[in-house]
């Protein structure tokens, strides 16, 4: 099973990777970033399949993916 490995303070809430996520393993968090933007995080319970969709859609690199 993959893990995701989000850098926060570096995500810029655009929310690319939510959208393209096929199993919706992502959203928005409620605590704010250091930037006072709600960043992304990962949803264990949604069952990511390891695509990498939302590590390879990411305009800044804020995902990583470790196994």
């Given at each position: 099973?993959?893990?995701?490995?989000i850098?926060?303070?570096?995500?810029?809430?655009c929310?690319?990777?939510?959208?393209?996520?096929?199993?919706?393993?992502?959203?928005?968090?409620?605590?704010?970033?250091?930037?006072?933007?709600?960043?992304?995080?990962?949803?264990?319970?949604?069952?990511?399949?390891?695509?990498?969709?939302?590590?390879?859609i990411?305009?800044?690199?804020?995902?990583?993916?470790?196994?």
């Amino acid at each position: 099973m993959v893990k995701l490995k989000i850098d926060r303070e570096k995500c810029k809430g655009c929310m690319l990777c939510v959208s393209f996520c096929p199993k919706g393993a992502l959203s928005a968090e409620e605590k704010l970033n250091k930037r006072g933007i709600k960043p992304v995080k990962f949803k264990e319970e949604a069952g990511c399949i390891g695509c990498r969709m939302c590590m390879i859609i990411c305009p800044d690199n804020c995902i990583e993916t470790e196994k």
